[in-house]
């Protein structure tokens, strides 16, 4: 089999599906007949859903267009190929091996074809296959923790004709809680907010402008009481407690960012981890994590309980304060989290002021 038909998989679902539309649109780019280009959605809940899927592939791969033209095809956001319950079915397995043989008997004269996947387990059979087989593509490097963000910004920025600092970026990649899709998006607003003449996105237009999502609802106070900065905490604190009225969220995610920096410090004062201009070294982190991650009590999900859950481009991140933070500062820390959440059980009417305390009695 020639390799004719294009697989593209990765690490982020908005790059692959990026990637595999821009392609889509160029070769279909001189096609006028729309019988000539089909996409099939191969998005799947259950078995019955793969079979769907997989049968209207085959329809469409066999039905060629009227006139002659060369049809393409795309499958498209496949997720039957990750690691996952529907994955590992017997009934999804046997679909997949269907597919192979649509794949390997399908004339690529006559057909072009395009399959999208997120996530992909390339441990499997079918992968490997797509790999020795036909043009198999990764949007990034396919690797789980890369920070695929910061390509992905520099990039948007260029085609907008603007250019965005470090600290711009940093700011930017953490309020949207590396989300690709939410940082183009704000990237695009934040061009269109400058006009003309002004091209450079600064970390003050980053933090007025960018709203933060999920679980970074809390950036800017944590990002302020880690950087040591009293003022800038206080304003943040203040600006946290104009929209809301708990301050119980922000002590957690403190707490949360202290408990990393406590692991940190204490595997970097072992001499286990080094820190460096660009950061934490990811060798040193996987090199610690065979040594020491079998003492976590088997937590493998996205925890602050476990360093080694963590991306190593944001541990760095978080890490750049470290040389001013002594363990017993750490420590210190975790304990004034504890007192001030106390302290907002009995004063629940005053938690702006319960906070201001914290951040005066740690960064006074």
Not at 174 to 184: E, H, S, W
Not at 237 to 245: D, L, M, V, Y
Not at 273 to 288: E, F, N, P, T, V
Request: glycine content about 8%; some cysteine.
């Amino acid at each position: 089999m020639s390799k004719e038909f294009i697989f593209i998989g990765g690490s982020d679902d908005f790059l692959v599906s990026r990637m595999a539309k821009a392609l889509f649109e160029e070769k279909t780019c001189d096609l006028t007949d729309d019988f000539s280009k089909e996409i099939i959605n191969g998005t799947s809940g259950k078995v019955a859903d793969v079979e769907l899927a997989v049968g209207r592939f085959r329809q469409a791969v066999q039905t060629l267009p009227l006139f002659g033209d060369k049809k393409v095809v795309w499958l498209k956001e496949v997720n039957f190929l990750a690691d996952s319950v529907t994955g590992r079915a017997e009934g999804t397995l046997t679909q997949v091996d269907a597919l192979k043989d649509i794949l390997d008997k399908t004339d690529p004269q006559s057909v072009d074809i395009i399959i999208s996947a997120f996530p992909v387990d390339r441990r499997r059979s079918f992968p490997k296959w797509c790999e020795k087989n036909t043009d198999f593509r990764l949007a990034g490097s396919g690797k789980k923790n890369e920070n695929i963000l910061q390509p992905l910004v520099e990039e948007e920025c260029r085609k907008l004709g603007v250019s965005i600092t470090e600290d711009a970026r940093e700011m930017l990649e953490a309020k949207v809680g590396g989300n690709t899709r939410l940082a183009i998006e704000e990237i695009r607003k934040l061009a269109t907010y400058l006009g003309k003449g002004n091209e450079v996105i600064e970390e003050t237009l980053v933090r007025e402008l960018v709203p933060e999502f999920g679980e970074s609802n809390f950036f800017e106070a944590a990002e302020a009481f880690y950087s040591l900065d009293l003022p800038w905490t206080l304003e943040a604190i203040r600006r946290h407690f104009f929209n809301q009225k708990d301050g119980r969220g922000l002590i957690t995610t403190l707490q949360g960012r202290n408990r990393l920096l406590i692991q940190l410090r204490v595997l970097h004062d072992s001499g286990e981890i080094s820190l460096g201009g660009r950061g934490l070294s990811s060798r040193d982190l996987q090199k610690a994590a065979e040594t020491y991650a079998r003492h976590f009590g088997g937590i493998n999900d996205k925890s602050n309980f476990n360093v080694f859950t963590q991306n190593p481009w944001y541990l760095g991140r978080l890490a750049r304060p470290i040389g001013k933070l002594p363990l017993r500062k750490l420590i210190d820390f975790q304990t004034q989290f504890l007192k001030t959440f106390e302290e907002i059980m009995h004063r629940p009417d005053e938690q702006e002021a319960v906070l201001r305390d914290l951040a005066v009695r740690c960064l006074g």
